[in-house]
C-alpha cells in the first residue's frame, strides 16, 4: 500500500515483540519517508500478522499431535506384529521396543 501523506510504498513490518516495552505488536505498514503507520487489514494475508510466540505455540501443539498418532500407530502395529506371530506373553520391554522399532519406521518414511 501506498502512503496517504505521501504516495511512498509502505513497507510491511512483521508481527514481533517490542524491545522496548517486551509487548507483542500486531503487523503494521510503516512509511519509510514521514514514519506514518498503518494497521494491516485481515484480508491482507501476505503479512505475517500473527505474534511469534503464537505461531511456535501452534506449531508445538501440532508436533505433539503429529507424534501422538504416530505412537498410537507404532502401539498398534506393535501389538498386530506380536499377534501375527501368536506371541501372548510378551514382556512390556519388549513391546516398547518393538513400538520403538516401527516408530522409526514410520519417520524414515515421513523423511
Ligand atoms: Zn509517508
Known sequence: MDC???KTPMNQIPAGISKKTNR?????????????????TPDEKFVQNEYPHETEKREAKEQTRQDSIIRQHSQHMAMLWFQARGIENFMDEELTERINWFDKDVEDHTK
Open 4 to 6: 496517504p501523506n505521501d
Open 24 to 40: 507483542p505488536y500486531p503487523a503494521f505498514w510503516s512509511c519509510p519517508t514521514c514514519k506514518h503507520t498503518e494497521n494491516v
